[in-house]
């Protein structure tokens, strides 16, 4: 299929609400039929998110801001410096998902 009938499939199926994300991949995959093409989406925003400690606790099951910092301590979570400043904000998403995936 030619690559602008392609492009012209991906206009509509990104205009119609009510066809998931998942969805439309599955159909432009269909419809591409072997021709790669590199996506064009932008990168996740799950790791660039950064959390305050008391959400990291949260989403760790209830467990205390104490045991956050203990995660830190032992390198299993990072905390997130922005540029020109010497202390931390928050914990960064990246780590955070990592050590919740087990990685």
């Given at each position: 299929m030619n690559t602008s009938t392609i492009k012209i499939i991906e206009v509509a199926l990104?205009?119609?609400?009510?066809?998931?994300?998942v969805l439309r991949?599955?159909?432009?995959?269909?419809?591409?039929?072997g021709v790669q093409e590199p996506p064009d989406e932008k990168p996740s925003i799950i790791g660039l998110r950064i959390y305050s400690r008391d959400e990291v606790a949260y989403l760790l099951g209830g467990r205390s801001t104490r045991y956050i910092d203990?995660?830190?301590r032992r390198g299993l979570l990072q905390k997130f410096i922005p540029k020109g400043n010497r202390r931390p904000i928050g914990i960064c998403g990246k780590s955070l998902h990592a050590f919740i995936e087990g990685n």
């Amino acid at each position: 299929m030619n690559t602008s009938t392609i492009k012209i499939i991906e206009v509509a199926l990104k205009a119609d609400p009510t066809v998931s994300l998942v969805l439309r991949n599955k159909i432009l995959k269909l419809a591409r039929n072997g021709v790669q093409e590199p996506p064009d989406e932008k990168p996740s925003i799950i790791g660039l998110r950064i959390y305050s400690r008391d959400e990291v606790a949260y989403l760790l099951g209830g467990r205390s801001t104490r045991y956050i910092d203990q995660l830190v301590r032992r390198g299993l979570l990072q905390k997130f410096i922005p540029k020109g400043n010497r202390r931390p904000i928050g914990i960064c998403g990246k780590s955070l998902h990592a050590f919740i995936e087990g990685n």
